[in-house]
């Protein structure tokens, strides 16, 4: 169990290599994350619990490579996880990241060529994933249902695929807005939204939308 009322209780700066599991970490000071990801690479967080009442439960900021698995990342105050500043080639993996003040999953800033796949990422207040002025996005196989705002938001996204994931009962299931281009949306199922299951904007072109499910 780690606990640092103070600030992060893990800070990864330029730290590479490292890996963190079955642990228990917390922070209970006033606007404290949990885990910092400051421009480092190749780390691993698995099979662990990570939990922020004040701030933000895990922050990639400026790093690459990382990966995060088999891991709970919920009751936190704003965002579970939040991928920013080109942070790249991360992947979060079968973790459940539910029930959290504000996003899931948060990414913007040139957040290119990240994965996020076969995670359970429910009711939280506002979007389950929110997904900003990044490329080249892989979310795949994730349980997206029962959020506040949006299942899955790209806003000025391209490139990116959304195959294989369940989000319903949200807002809209999967919302492609502000020029949001040449992305795959695919295999999906978007059922019971109170807007729309896949809405795309009118400044949204090129992108191909097959085999989904949108009750």
Not at 16 to 28: A, K
Not at 46 to 71: D, E, H, K, R
Request: with cysteine; net charge negative; aromatic share 8%.
């Amino acid at each position: 169990f780690l606990d640092n009322p103070a600030g992060p209780v893990i800070n990864f700066i330029a730290s590479n290599n490292n890996t963190v599991s079955y642990s228990t970490i917390t922070s209970n000071g006033v606007g404290a994350l949990t885990v910092q990801v400051l421009t480092s690479s190749s780390n691993t967080i698995t099979q662990s619990y990570i939990y922020s009442p004040a701030s933000v439960g895990l922050l990639f900021n400026g790093s690459q490579n990382n990966t995060v698995s088999y891991s709970t990342i919920t009751s936190n105050a704003v965002d579970a996880i939040a991928i920013f500043n080109s942070s790249t080639f991360n992947t979060i993996s079968n973790s459940i990241v539910s029930s959290n003040g504000q996003y899931g999953v948060y990414m913007q800033s040139n957040a290119n060529q990240n994965t996020v796949t076969g995670n359970t990422v429910n009711s939280n207040s506002s979007m389950g994933m929110f997904l900003l002025n990044s490329a080249h996005l892989t979310i795949t196989g994730n349980t997206v249902n029962s959020n506040g705002g949006d299942g899955i938001r790209v806003n000025n996204g391209s490139g990116c695929v959304v195959t294989g994931n369940t989000a319903n009962s949200n807002v809209y299931g999967i919302y492609l807005v502000t020029t949001s281009s040449y992305n795959t949306i695919s295999n999906n199922t978007t059922n019971s939204n109170s807007t729309d299951g896949i809405y795309l904007d009118v400044r949204s072109n090129n992108n191909i939308v097959s085999n989904n499910t949108a009750n």
